[in-house]
């Protein structure tokens, strides 16, 4: 775990008519590029000399370069929102690498599935499956079309796609709830790995189970610290609380008390 | 340029610096020792502790709001046993005051909790009166000075310890309870703790905390604080420990001007680890550059215009 100033080396910004938009950034950040795995995240300071947003945001780690980190957002709030002014040059505060990350099943296939920006650490953890020549497939669903420029950036890490959108301009039209069935008329999955909204996961932890497929979940949480200092992050597992930043946020979705 | 000194005595506590970091935000230490050299800390002020462990609230448990944090931990924690066995010698290695804030739900219990640490050696205790849920009549301990007394007096008589009374600001009289635990024994206060608050998702018209409500905390506390701080030292001239959003050396010494002895770094943690010791480096450079050979030359140095 490092408390290191990364300088932001590219910010790109995917905004194209009717798609859903994303942001691309890429930190100079040597020491936490070098010690992180898949699943792991950062805690990054959104407002260096202003104190609103205050807290630090947490971001899945999106790929990994040589001394870089890329992290994939969205804006859904203040904090987000004034990310993505920031430009090439720009010095902010990265905290992590942090948490637990995936453990990667034994057997093959594997399948990565995932719903809107929860693509981040999923693609960090296939380009490793790739470097690992390990079988795998992935799921991606979104609400509409994404800018082809991500695609691409994507694709890279990843290879090919099975893409659901809920309007249908890309890929399949539904959700990727339903992708999951129809792919598994084609093959079982030894393992999967999933992260993405809460209803989304409840719904592939029900399908896993009568299924029998082992599953891994990256899940978010509201947090302060990142390092188990503030036990705000708790979800309800089987053996009590636990703390997303630190026992996660990677977990065994048999662990987590999927009703609450 | 000669040396400062930034060691204070708060009551009997003698601290190297002023700077500690707050009960809640630090954990028990371990959690940011990689991140932060802690012997150079004034003190660490553990995470609430309890005679027995306390599983904590429903999440979630935190939301942000405009330059706060409004919490709702529910004061989860390991036990007193269990901190004793497996925490305590890891804190021990550092050379920093270790104080130990406790809460429970009936005087026996902080009675209990006082004896069990005096016993097993800690640098000083915090009693958190303000926690919710009480024997007493559901009544907070910390809202009542009789109350707030007898708590503070159950804990001095299983203690030589130096003893600070944790504060709520959600009193009409602070200097009222400040005065009551002062008589009743303790060597100062830390005031403030969090000031009850809640948030609510306009879309799904939900409050955003699992408890619905939560404890304040951050820089927008910092003006609240400091004026309760100020009224309890020009009314009482007791050792107080300020807390409340301190987010800069430039904050801590605003808290020392107005008359806390020492500060705790609270929220500012999670921002930034490091934050305790780039206040104690501010507040160096303040010394310096007003020419004060001591820190004890501002605490209280506060000019009221007559």
């Known amino acids: 775990m490092f408390l290191e100033t990364a300088k932001v080396v590219e910010h ?13 950034l890429t930190l100079s950040a040597p020491k936490i590029a070098s010690s992180a795995k898949p699943g792991q995240f950062v805690m990054v300071r959104v407002g260096a000399a202003i104190l609103d947003p205050l807290l630090r945001r947490p971001f899945s780690i999106f790929y990994q370069g040589k001394d870089t ?48 920006a929860g693509i981040a650490p999923l693609c960090f953890l296939g380009s490793r499956l790739r470097e690992k020549k390990v079988s795998f497939k992935t799921l991606w669903g979104l609400r509409y ?28 039209q539904g959700l990727v709830t339903e992708g999951v069935k129809r792919l598994r008329q084609e093959e079982k999955p030894e393992g999967i790995y999933a992260c993405g909204p809460l209803p989304m996961l409840k719904a592939l932890f029900r399908w896993t189970k009568e299924e029998g497929i082992a599953m891994q979940v990256s899940l978010e949480a509201n947090m302060a610290c990142g390092v188990g200092a503030c036990l705000g992050c708790v979800i309800e597992t089987k053996e009590g609380y636990k703390k997303v930043c630190r026992q996660g946020p990677v977990f065994n979705a048999e662990e987590i008390k999927w009703e609450k | 340029m000669g040396k400062v000194n930034l060691a204070v005595k708060v009551g009997r506590l003698e601290l190297k ?35 027995e ?8 448990r935190l939301v942000e709001t405009s330059c706060g944090l409004i919490n709702a931990i529910g004061l989860e924690n390991i036990g007193v046993e269990r901190f004793i066995k497996e925490k305590l010698p890891f804190l021990r290695q550092f050379e920093t005051k270790i104080i130990v804030n406790i809460f429970g ?10 004896a069990k640490l005096t016993a097993a050696g800690v640098n000083a205790l915090e009693v958190n009166i303000s926690c919710p849920n009480i024997k007493e009549g559901g009544k907070f301990f910390g809202t009542d000075p009789t109350s707030a007394a007898a708590v503070t007096k159950a804990v001095c008589e299983e203690t030589d310890l130096p003893v ?47 408890n619905i409500t939560g404890g304040l905390s951050g820089p927008c506390l910092k003006p609240i604080a400091l004026k309760m701080i100020w009224e309890v030292v020009r009314s009482l001239h007791i050792p107080v420990m ?65």
């Open chain 1, 12 to 24: 790109c910004h995917f905004i194209e008519p009717g798609a859903e938009i994303f942001h691309l």
């Open chain 2, 164 to 210: 600070f009374v944790k504060l709520t600001p959600q009193v009409t009289d602070i200097v009222e309870i400040a005065q009551a635990v002062i008589e009743a024994g303790a060597d100062g206060v830390s005031m403030i703790n969090t000031f009850p608050a809640m948030a609510v998702d306009i879309h799904t018209r939900r409050p955003k905390l699992g």
């Open chain 2, 105 to 114: 739900y009936s005087f026996k219990d902080y009675a209990g909790l006082a």
């Open chain 1, 69 to 116: 980190i890329s992290l994939l957002y969205k804006v859904i709030g203040k904090g987000t929102n004034l990310m993505t002014t920031w430009e090439p040059g720009d010095k902010i505060s990265v905290l992590g690498p942090l948490g637990k990350g995936f453990k990667i099943f034994s057997s093959e296939p594997q399948w990565l599935v995932a719903g809107g």
């Open chain 2, 17 to 51: 610096n002023p700077v500690l970091v707050a009960s809640g935000t630090f954990g028990y230490g371990e959690e940011y020792a990689q991140l932060v050299d802690l012997n150079r800390l004034g003190g660490i002020v553990v995470k609430g502790l309890s005679l």
């Open chain 1, 145 to 172: 079309k994404i800018a082809p420029a991500l695609m691409g950036v994507i694709q890279q890490k990843l290879g090919d796609l099975i893409i659901y959108t809920e309007n249908g301009s890309l890929g399949y």
């Open chain 2, 242 to 306: 300020g807390i409340g959003g301190i987010m800069s050396a430039a904050d801590a010494l605003e808290y020392l001007i107005v008359g806390a002895q020492a500060v705790q770094v609270g929220t500012a943690n999670f921002v930034n680890p490091r934050t305790a010791l780039e206040v104690i480096d501010g507040i160096e450079d303040y010394l310096r550059l007003h020419h004060f050979k001591d820190i004890k030359s501002i605490i209280g140095s506060v000019l009221i215009p007559k």
């Open chain 2, 53 to 60: 462990p306390k599983i904590g609230n429903p999440p979630p």
